[in-house]
Each structure stands twice: as C-alpha cells, then as structure tokens.
C-alpha cells in the first residue's frame, strides 16, 4: 500500500498563491506517475494536473495552464503543486494521487491511491 498526505491548503485571496506537497509513505512509488485532482462541491472530481515518474512529462488542465506547476522530488518522495494567481473558481478540495504505471493520464479511475484531500479555499 502507498500512503499519501496532502497539506499546504489554506484560504487565500483572489490573485493570491498556494504551494500544496503531497508525501509518499509505505510501498516505493518507484516508476509511479503522480497526479493532482480537485473537486468542488457539487461538482465530480476533475484532473488538475499530472507529472510522469521521471517528472520529464507534465500535463495540465486548461484551466490552470499558465498559472500552476507540478513537479516532484523523487528523493523526497515528494510532489508539489505550485498555484499562482489563484481565482475564486479553484476553490476546491484537492486530491493527490499516485498510478503505478510511468506515464501520465487524466482519468481517475486509473490511479491507484489516493491521499485524503486537502482544502483550498480562495476569496474575493
């Protein structure tokens, strides 16, 4: 089993940022692609971002392109999401997740393990 722990969350101002970590415990996610996810309230649980095992591959959601950035620290078991210029529409809680295969996807239903979630709350 992988553990993972989400924390960084926070309430933060429109235009704002946030530097969310998500820590890897238990079985080596050596190989793993990691991705993050959030979901508002109401709404069902949508890709944000993904990073592939050697962190050489990204992927993003066209509506964090340009704002967020995923990167991960394999020595630290460690992956990050850096949120810039933060709106009110990314008020979520948001979800890392771990896939044991090296390549990115933005379907949850591929990933393997999933961390409890942290909250982001941005406002005006």
């Known amino acids: 089993q992988v553990q993972l722990v989400e924390s960084g969350g926070g309430l933060v101002q429109a235009g704002g940022s946030l530097r969310l970590s998500c820590a890897a415990s238990g079985r080596t996610i050596s190989g793993y692609a990691m991705g993050w996810f959030r979901q508002a309230p109401g709404n069902e649980r949508e890709f944000v971002a993904g990073i592939s095992w050697s962190g050489g591959i990204t992927h993003y959601a066209d509506s964090v392109k340009g704002r967020f950035t995923i990167s991960r620290d394999n020595a630290k078991i460690t992956v990050y999401l850096n949120m810039n210029s933060l709106r009110l529409e990314d008020t979520a809680v948001y979800y890392c997740?771990?896939?044991?295969?090296?390549?990115?996807?933005?379907?949850?239903?591929?990933?393997?393990?999933w961390g409890q979630g942290t909250q982001v709350t941005v406002s005006s």
């Open positions: 997740a771990a896939r044991n295969l090296a390549a990115v996807t933005t379907t949850p239903t591929l990933y393997n393990y």
